[in-house]
């Protein structure tokens, strides 16, 4: 069965709010495997009046924000009873982090991340965000479920 979120269910599942939330959509998602979401990334975005002001550019750092909140969703549609009320999702690795092209604004970021695995509260997953069907980055990255 495939999930898909709007961004008033994606607020019920992360605690990010604008500027910071980062993921306007989810058009899939099988719990347990992969969740694909979307970023709109439009000129007016905050980090474009220092990033690059002659150039504008999406932080990549944001861009592995993005695919982290991408991990929060998936992990709580894939484990609702474990990561619901009073648990707080922290971002805690990154591994093999890489960027090929910059992100602008116009652009519609696709954010995919797989499950890979958790063990007690540590979850990892492989993501990857494209733009138009070409790679912008991809990294493993691990999350902890944490009573806030």
């Known amino acids: 069965m ?20 980062l993921v ?17 990334v439009t000129y007016n975005e ?14 990549g750092v944001l861009i592995l924000e993005a695919l982290a909140q991408a991990t929060g969703l998936l992990a709580s ?4 009873d474990v990561l619901g009320k009073g648990m707080i999702y922290y971002l805690v690795g990154i591994d093999k982090a890489k960027f090929k092209r910059p992100v602008v604004p116009g652009d519609q ?13 540590i979850w990892a997953f492989e993501c990857c965000a494209e733009v138009d069907g070409e790679f912008v980055a991809s990294a493993e990255i691990r999350c902890a479920a944490v009573v806030e």
Request: with cysteine; aromatic share 10%; charged share 25%.
């Open 24 to 40: 306007d959509k989810v058009i899939e998602c099988k719990p347990g495997v992969r969740l694909v979401g979307v970023k709109n």
């Open 77 to 80: 549609e894939t484990a609702p």
């Open 109 to 121: 970021l696709m954010l995919e991340a797989k499950f890979i695995k958790s063990k007690r509260n």
């Open 2 to 21: 495939s999930v898909k979120l709007d961004i008033l269910q994606i607020q019920e599942f992360l605690p990010h709010r604008y500027p910071f939330l």
């Open 46 to 59: 905050p980090f474009f009046q220092g990033h690059f002001p002659q150039k504008p550019i999406m932080p």
